[in-house]
């Protein structure tokens, strides 16, 4: 990726994105400070642990809701450690709303009364996901946390696996979190390998395609991702090129998101630009000492 392409992308942020995501790019490409991250996270938290108040852009709402909540993990697990008094405040929360089986809903019944986009309005079926489970879950895992509803909910994510006929990409990418962080790794790495076929029958691995998809590296977002085996190293670089591809010319990638709200799609689009960055410098294309352009005398 070149300087100018990378610059693109950081006038982008700065000229789009929201708050939070303009320290996340600034922590994640600059050597930003965390504290600034998770200062601007917080104003998204509600006294009841969970998240809410626009945090998911098509939840526009409030009231906390598991996605947002999701959503906030994989921000924080960006800043590296998650704090235990946090990461118990949010597994408390988190119990309060789970369903008997200890499994999440994506949105709570009251998403139908707030703001929020019309495919989470429509929702009728508030039983568990095993995508928004699994996903939670694992980043629990990866941090240490340690709360009874966690491990309730890592019992419900093994039964909901290991019964598994098919899947969709969502369910997948929650699916391989969980598989990478739980505990038991002889069961974990059994288990997906047992799903290979599965998981990557959901993956769109031609790089032509367009729209609303998930290509290899929507999956296996860095080189060491427990579903990177499931794509060739030319399926990996021919998806890598389509990436630096799609790159607009005002430096930002479309959402590819259903859109209904403006303000959705454009906070969706910085978030996007800041995801399509962290994985083509994952995967080496984006060198954090990127070289300066040249001064002019």
Known sequence: MTWDSFRAAEHFTMRNARLLDRHRFAHLFQAGPPAAVRSALSAYRNLDGGYGNGLEPDLRGHSSQPAAVELALRHLDELGHLPQELGQ????????????????????????????????????????????????????????????????????????????????????????????????????????????????????????????????????????????????????????ELFEHQQRSDGGWDAYWGHWNTAATIEREGMRTIQRLRVLRDYGRVELELPRPRRAF
Not at 116 to 130: E, G, I, N
Not at 159 to 186: M, N
Request: hydrophobic fraction near 35%.
């Open 89 to 240: 405040g949010i597994s408390r929360y988190l119990a309060t709303v789970a369903n008997p089986d200890s499994g999440l809903p994506q949105v709570l019944p009251g998403v139908h009364y707030t703001e929020a986009a019309p495919w989470h309005q429509r929702v009728t079926d508030f039983s568990s996901r095993l995508d928004t489970t699994a996903m939670i879950t694992g980043l629990l895992h990866k941090h240490g946390i340690t709360h009874p509803w966690r491990d309730h909910a890592t019992a419900y994510c093994w039964k909901r696996i290991d019964s598994l006929g098919w899947t969709d990409p969502h369910e997948a990418i929650g699916i391989c979190c969980f598989l990478q962080y739980v505990p038991d790794r002889h069961r974990a790495d059994v288990t997906m390998h047992h799903l290979f076929p599965m998981i990557r029958a959901v993956i769109d691995i031609h790089p032509s395609s367009t729209g609303h998809i998930h290509t290899p590296l929507d999956l296996a977002t860095h080189p060491n991702h427990i579903a990177r085996p499931l794509f060739s190293d030319d399926e990996i670089e021919r998806n890598i």
